[in-house]
Antibody, heavy 123, light 109 residues
Framework: EVQLVESGGVVVQPGGSLRLSCAAS????????LHWVRQAPGKGLEWVSL????????YYADSVRGRFTISRDNSKNSLYLQMDSLRTEDTALYYC????????????????WGQGTLVTVSS | ERVMTQSPATLSVSPGERATLSCRAS??????VAWYQQKPGQAPRLLIY???TRATGIPARFSGSGSGTEFTLTISSLQSEDFAVYYC???????????FGQGTKLEIK
C-alpha cells in the first residue's frame, strides 16, 4: 500500500522560511515523479511543483517560482519543499502526491495523496 | 494553458438518484482527464483516469465519459458516502501548470 506522510507545517510569519518533508513507502520511490499540491482553506486544488524521478528536472507554479525549491532523496524515500519568503497567500494544506505512470514527467494523473501538512503564514 | 471548467458549482441530488457532473476543457485534451473525490477533512482520492478507467477499488456506480473538450462523471445511484467535492484534472499539457477544475460540490437534496 502506498503511503505518503507529510510533516513540517507550522505557523510562520510573512517573510519567513519553512521546509516540508514527505516520507514515502509502498512503492519504488525512484521510479516516480512527485508533486506538491496545495489547498487554501475552503478553496480548490492548486498545483505547486514537481520533481522528476531522478531529480534531474523540476518545475514550479508561477506563484511560487523563485521562492520555493523542491528536492528529493531517493536513498531515503523522501520528498522536500523548501519554502522561503513566505506570503500570507501561501497559507494552505500542502499535499505530497505521487503520479502514474512511472518514469513520466509530462503525462500523468495523481494516483496517491498524503493527508497534507498545514502551513499558516500570519503575523 | 488549457483551462478546465466544471459545472455546476453545486449539485443537489437525493440518495439513490443519478448525478451527472460536467467538465469542459478550453482546448482539446484528448482523453487525458482524471476525476477526484474529496470528502471534508480528507485528501483527494483518484476515481477515474483516461476519461473512463476506474481506479483500483472504485465502485462500478462511478463512470466517466468524454473526449476532446467535454467530459462527464456519472454516479449511477448515489450513496450517502458519495456526497463530496469532485474535481476534474487534465494531463495533456506541457509545461505543467494548474490543471484542475474549480470543483463541483455534490450535496444531499
Amino acid at each position: 500500500e502506498v503511503q505518503l506522510v507529510e510533516s513540517g507545517g507550522v505557523v510562520v510569519q510573512p517573510g519567513g522560511s519553512l521546509r516540508l518533508s514527505c516520507a514515502a513507502s509502498g512503492f519504488t520511490f525512484g521510479e516516480f515523479t512527485l508533486h506538491w499540491v496545495r489547498q487554501a482553506p475552503g478553496k480548490g486544488l492548486e498545483w505547486v511543483s514537481l520533481i522528476s524521478w531522478d531529480a534531474d528536472r523540476t518545475y514550479y507554479a508561477d506563484s511560487v517560482r523563485g521562492r520555493f525549491t523542491i528536492s528529493r532523496d531517493n536513498s531515503k524515500n523522501s520528498l522536500y519543499l523548501q519554502m522561503d519568503s513566505l506570503r500570507t497567500e501561501d497559507t494552505a494544506l500542502y499535499y505530497c502526491v505521487k503520479v502514474s505512470p512511472r518514469y513520466s514527467i509530462n503525462w500523468y494523473y495523481f494516483d496517491s495523496w498524503g493527508q497534507g501538512t498545514l502551513v499558516t503564514v500570519s503575523s | 494553458e488549457r483551462v478546465m471548467t466544471q459545472s455546476p458549482a453545486t449539485l443537489s441530488v437525493s440518495p439513490g438518484e443519478r448525478a451527472t457532473l460536467s467538465c469542459r476543457a478550453s482546448q482539446s485534451v484528448s482523453r487525458s482527464v482524471a476525476w477526484y473525490q474529496q470528502k471534508p477533512g480528507q485528501a483527494p482520492r483518484l476515481l477515474i483516469y483516461g476519461a473512463s478507467t476506474r481506479a483500483t477499488g472504485i465502485p462500478a456506480r462511478f463512470s466517466g465519459s468524454g473526449s476532446g473538450t467535454e467530459f462527464t462523471l456519472t454516479i449511477s445511484s448515489l450513496q450517502s458516502e458519495d456526497f463530496a467535492v469532485y474535481y476534474c484534472q487534465q494531463y495533456n499539457t506541457w509545461p505543467p501548470g494548474n490543471t484542475f477544475g474549480q470543483g463541483t460540490k455534490l450535496e444531499i437534496k
